[in-house]
C-alpha cells in the first residue's frame, strides 16, 4: 500500500548542478502536483498535471521544469540549482479535487 | 496570492490541555480542509468543511468552518502527545485542486 513515494529523501547539491525528483503514485490518479514547504510560508505549488502528457505552471514556477510521460510518475527537475531553492519538497496526488494524498518528502539544500 | 493566514504559529502546551488553532482569510473558499504533518512525513487529510457554520467533530477535534466562509478553526480538547505535529488548513476554491491555497501552519507540541 504504497500511495505516493517520493526519490530521493535528502539531497545536497551545488550552486548550478541539476537534478530530478521522482515521484510515483499507484492510486491511479488523473492530478499530481508539485510543492515546496518553506517555514513560515506554507506548501506553494510549483507545476502540477491534469493527466498523462500535460503540465501546467503553479505558483512559483521558476526555475524548475516537470514532465509527466506516465500516469502514475511526475518528474520535476531543476537545471542550475539555486540557493533559493533549498526547501522541502512534495508531491501529491488527487483524484479530482478531494482529498491529496502527499508523499515523504524530499530535503533539499543547495550549497 | 492569498495566504491563510493561522494563529498561533507556535504552540507548547502540558498534555491535558484544551486548544485553539485559527485559519483566516479575506477571501471566500468554497471548502476547507484542516491537515496534520509529523515530522518528515507530507500532510494527511483530517476534515474537509464545505458548508458555512458547519461544525465537524474527528474525537477530540473539533472543526468550524466560518460562517461567511473566509476562515475556520481547530479547537483540540485534552491534548495528547501524539496530537504532536504542523497543522495545516488549506483553502479551496473551484477550478480544481491545483487553486487550493495553504495556510502559514501551527506547530503544536504537547508535553507529556
Known amino acids: 500500500n504504497a500511495g505516493v513515494t517520493q526519490t530521493p529523501k535528502f539531497r545536497v547539491l551545488k550552486t548550478g548542478q541539476s537534478m530530478t525528483l521522482l515521484c510515483a503514485q499507484d492510486m491511479n490518479h488523473e492530478y499530481m502536483y508539485w510543492y515546496r514547504q518553506d517555514p513560515g510560508m506554507g506548501l506553494r505549488l510549483i507545476h502540477y498535471s491534469v493527466g498523462e502528457g500535460t503540465t501546467a505552471k503553479g505558483e512559483v514556477p521558476d526555475g524548475y521544469n516537470v514532465s509527466r510521460l506516465k500516469k502514475q510518475n511526475f518528474l520535476l527537475g531543476l537545471e542550475s540549482a539555486a540557493p533559493s531553492q533549498t526547501s522541502v519538497y512534495f508531491c501529491?496526488?488527487?483524484?479530482?479535487?478531494?482529498?491529496?494524498?502527499f508523499g515523504q518528502g524530499t530535503r533539499l539544500t543547495v550549497v | 496570492t492569498q495566504l491563510l493566514e493561522q494563529s498561533p504559529q507556535f504552540l507548547s502546551i502540558q498534555e491535558g490541555e484544551n486548544l485553539t488553532v485559527y485559519c483566516n482569510s479575506s477571501?471566500?473558499?468554497?471548502?476547507l480542509q484542516w491537515y496534520r504533518q509529523e515530522p518528515g512525513e507530507g500532510p494527511v487529510l483530517l476534515v474537509t468543511?464545505?458548508?458555512?457554520?458547519e461544525v465537524k467533530k474527528l474525537k477530540r477535534l473539533t472543526f468550524q468552518f466560518g460562517d461567511a466562509r473566509k476562515d475556520s478553526s481547530l479547537h483540540i480538547t485534552a491534548a495528547q502527545p501524539g496530537d504532536t505535529g504542523l497543522y495545516l488548513c488549506?483553502?479551496?476554491?473551484?477550478?480544481?485542486?491545483?487553486?487550493?491555497?495553504f495556510g502559514t501552519g501551527t506547530k503544536l507540541q504537547v508535553i507529556p
Open positions: 501529491a496526488s488527487t483524484k479530482g479535487f478531494s482529498e491529496a494524498f
Open positions: 477571501s471566500v473558499f468554497s471548502s
Open positions: 468543511v464545505v458548508t458555512g457554520g
Open positions: 488549506a483553502g479551496a476554491r473551484s477550478g480544481g485542486y491545483q487553486k487550493v491555497t
